[in-house]
């Protein structure tokens, strides 16, 4: 057998060498995420559900899911284990954003110092009253039969 014959097997081979060794790192990083969680941190599982951790056995946790309700779960129904400030503002809705005090306007007329209502006339987008459309159509026929129309 040639080189040439044993390249595509090769190729194939490296390549699900290479997937599977992704997927190991992940099942590792998540193994070690669930090996750390500890009583009192914020957790989301699998399905969506925020929860608090009260309890952790071998292969289950037992989370507190609403003031005074538990549920035992299995440890790889977890997803995630969230940090404290982003638990709490998922959960309890706190609104802490770090800002530097800086406020983005909502227009650029605001960043030139010059107001756009001071400058600008109001336009009316409303619809024009009958007798002005009546008029200029009076005017298109009157231009029309002096033959100064669409005639080149």
Same mark, same amino acid.
């Given at each position: 057998?040639?080189?040439?014959?044993?390249?595509?097997?090769?190729?194939l081979?490296?390549?699900?060498?290479l997937?599977?060794?992704s997927?190991?790192?992940?099942q590792q990083?998540a193994?070690?995420?669930?090996?750390d969680?500890?009583p009192?941190t914020?957790?989301?599982?699998?399905g969506?559900?925020?929860?608090t951790v009260k309890e952790?056995?071998?292969?289950?946790?037992?989370?507190?899911?609403a003031?005074?309700?538990?549920a035992v779960y299995a440890?790889n129904?977890?997803g995630?284990?969230l940090?404290d400030?982003?638990y709490?503002?998922?959960?309890?809705g706190?609104d802490?954003?770090e800002?530097?005090?800086?406020v983005v306007?909502?227009?650029a007329?605001? !960043?030139?110092?010059?107001?756009a &209502? =001071?400058d600008? $006339? @109001?336009?009316? !987008?409303g619809?024009?009253a009958e &007798? =002005?459309?009546? $008029? @200029?159509d009076s005017e298109?026929k009157?231009?029309?039969? =002096?033959?100064e129309?669409?005639?080149?």
């Amino acid at each position: 057998m040639s080189l040439v014959t044993l390249l595509p097997f090769i190729v194939l081979i490296g390549a699900m060498f290479l997937m599977t060794r992704s997927a190991k790192k992940k099942q590792q990083a998540a193994a070690q995420m669930r090996d750390d969680m500890q009583p009192g941190t914020g957790v989301r599982t699998i399905g969506g559900m925020y929860a608090t951790v009260k309890e952790i056995q071998d292969d289950t946790v037992l989370l507190e899911v609403a003031p005074g309700v538990h549920a035992v779960y299995a440890k790889n129904a977890i997803g995630a284990v969230l940090d404290d400030a982003e638990y709490n503002r998922i959960v309890h809705g706190d609104d802490e954003l770090e800002t530097d005090g800086t406020v983005v306007p909502d227009d650029a007329s605001s !960043l030139t110092g010059e107001h756009a &209502d =001071d400058d600008v $006339a @109001k336009i009316d !987008l409303g619809k024009k009253a009958e &007798d =002005d459309t009546a $008029a @200029k159509d009076s005017e298109v026929k009157d231009a029309k039969a =002096d033959g100064e129309g669409d005639a080149k």
